[in-house]
């Protein structure tokens, strides 16, 4: 299989054309440096991204609160993710780093409010 | 009406005034009153939610709120007198003196006589008006900022079938954060041959969403009376006019511009405080001090940033700066005009002036992307430095600092240029 790649490990960006197969990288080529190598991979086999998105909040002074991932999740779960959060209501007054949901669709990976929301008054 | 006699104003409480009025208070300065017109500290950062802030300042990467609220609680811990939902509505001087006018609904007006000003009002996005689209004025048109707002603070969405003009990093967030909300986004239209935004943004937004990237695009015509109901988009030539033949109508609900950044100068144009036709934003010498002694000026009212970690950066050496003038209350001395020379679109600081300290900070930016380009510093016909850069974009602000040995000759010669040779 071929897949075009942009490498974005530095400001460079190469375009990356890499050819794999089921398990394994069989050639990589446009990369101006071995680190294209490694992103390739990780970008074929396990693209992850954080997530930020928010959360519908009851009773505080904005209608939603900021949240993310504490660790980067695989892409093809962000839409999942994004079901299960977006279903989510929580009661202000909440914490910036306070744990939301703890355990992300059965990833073992926590979503973390990333601002401080008091209540309206 | 109060009066009141204090040694620093800071204007606006986004992430340059935070900075500009810490560096002040951890040199001594006595009185500081920050003054922020929103409900409460952070500025635009509490509606940027994605992460990449602070890895250059602090190594780690944060979302917008979480860089914000370090620089908050840091300030919550000295004696800096915050004042939010406090507008302030002129700025005044005369010799020594200045004034701040500031109004909000407990304390009425309130002028501040101060030393000294830091000037950290930030910027605000152009608008349609700004780039002149025919058609209609329905509803449906936004600017990509206020949409972040609207879905990341206030939590609603303004629309299901949505197109973006402008390929800046805004633009680009914004078409993940409405795709991952249930929009539809049919593409992004770049006027340019190239995106104005960084790479990382383009795979991240946009390709990892399939979100097609229109380069040398425009909108031509807006569509519909009451609602948007569709744009005519059409491919641009090499002078950015469109082409005929080209057009094609593409039906949408909603319409995000993300067509730049203008610094919000209306304080600083009334105190009659000299501006940069490029830039927007204040003229300035090292210590990021206007025509005004005394007035400082940092972050996006001085010019637009693309990181807010220079943001930082740049409020740091304006707010001790500040407190050196409000130690001595000198006046400046002679001065150097530095001038952007072959694809340099500006620099910053626009003079150097005596007393001068070293080394020294400057930004500017590349008019055209270039691979590789030698940075040189000229006085008159002699060059005094030089450094080699790679990946230019005019997206990417460049910072570099300089230490010189040769004011004497700078001096008496009185300019300073600066130029960038592409190297192949
Ligand atoms: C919509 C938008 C999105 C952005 N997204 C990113 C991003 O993703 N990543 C990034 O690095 N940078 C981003 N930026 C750039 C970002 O603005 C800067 O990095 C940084 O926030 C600039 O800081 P600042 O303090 O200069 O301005 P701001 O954060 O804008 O703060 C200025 C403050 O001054 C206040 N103010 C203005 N006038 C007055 C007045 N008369 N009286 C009292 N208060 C006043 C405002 O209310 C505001 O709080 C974005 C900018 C905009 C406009
Ligand atoms: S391959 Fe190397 S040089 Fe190219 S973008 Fe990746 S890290 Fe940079």
Not at chain 1, 66 to 79: A, N
């Amino acid at each position: 299989m071929q897949r075009e790649v942009i490498c974005i490990q530095c400001p460079r960006g190469c375009l990356l054309n890499v050819e794999f197969d089921e398990v394994k990288i069989l050639a990589v080529h446009g990369n101006r440096c071995r680190r294209g190598i490694g992103y390739a991979e990780e970008e074929i086999y396990h693209p992850t991204r954080t997530l930020t998105t928010t959360v519908r909040v009851r009773g505080g002074v904005y209608a939603v609160i900021p949240v993310k991932t504490i660790k980067p999740i695989p892409k093809e779960r962000i839409g999942q993710a994004m079901q299960e959060i977006s279903s989510l209501i929580v009661s202000a007054p909440i914490e910036s780093g306070q744990v939301i949901i703890k355990d992300l669709v059965g990833l073992g990976i926590a979503v973390i409010a990333t601002r401080r929301l008091t209540e309206a008054n | 009406m109060q009066k009141r006699k204090v040694d620093l104003v800071v204007i606006g409480g986004g992430p340059a005034g935070l900075a500009a009025a810490l560096a002040a208070d951890e040199e001594k300065v006595q009185n500081i009153v920050l003054i922020e017109r929103d409900i409460e500290l952070g500025g635009i950062l509490h509606q940027c939610i994605h992460n990449g802030f602070g890895l250059h300042y602090f190594g780690e990467e944060l979302t917008g709120p979480e860089y914000a609220q370090r620089f908050i609680d840091w300030v919550a811990e000295t004696k800096i007198e915050i004042k939010t939902n406090t507008m302030v509505l002129e700025i005044a001087a005369k010799g020594q003196e200045k004034w701040v006018y500031a109004v909000n609904r407990t304390d009425g007006m309130v002028i501040y006589q101060t030393k000294a000003v830091v000037l950290a009002m930030g910027c605000r996005e152009r608008t349609r008006e700004a780039i002149r689209i025919p058609g209609s004025r329905p509803a449906g048109i936004f600017t990509a900022g206020t949409v972040q707002r609207y879905i990341n603070i206030e939590g609603y969405l303004p629309g299901k079938k949505v197109l973006i003009l402008g390929s800046g990093d805004i633009g680009l967030i914004m078409a993940r954060r409405m795709t991952l909300e249930g929009s539809q986004v049919l593409g992004v239209l770049e006027i340019m041959p190239y995106s104005n935004g960084l790479t990382r943004n383009i795979v991240q937004c946009l390709e990892d969403y399939q979100i097609p990237l229109l380069l040398s695009h425009t909108v031509v015509q807006i569509h519909g009376f009451e609602r948007i109901e569709g744009v005519t988009i059409a491919r641009v030539d090499a002078n950015l006019v469109p082409i005929p033949g080209t057009e094609r109508y593409q039906a949408v609900d909603t319409l995000l511009l993300s067509v730049g950044l203008i610094p919000e100068n209306e304080l600083t144009r009334m105190a009659e405080i000299g501006l940069d036709k490029v830039t927007g934003g204040a003229l300035v010498n090292q210590n990021r001090e206007t025509s005004i002694p005394g007035i400082f000026a940092c972050g996006n009212v001085l010019q637009v940033h693309d990181l807010v970690d220079y943001v930082t950066e740049e409020a740091n050496l304006a707010g001790r700066a500040a407190a050196r003038y409000i130690d001595s209350q000198r006046v400046q001395g002679e001065q150097i005009e530095i001038s952007p020379g072959n694809n340099v679109r500006y620099v910053i600081p626009q003079k150097i002036q005596e007393p001068i300290t070293d080394p020294i900070d400057f930004y500017f930016r590349v008019t055209e992307p270039m691979s590789v380009g030698e940075i040189q510093f000229w006085v008159g016909k002699e060059e005094i430095y030089r450094t080699k850069k790679k990946f230019l974009k005019p997206a990417e602000m460049i910072r570099i600092t300089v230490s010189f040995t040769n004011w004497e000759k700078m001096i008496q010669v009185g300019k300073l240029s600066v130029v960038i040779k592409e190297v192949s």
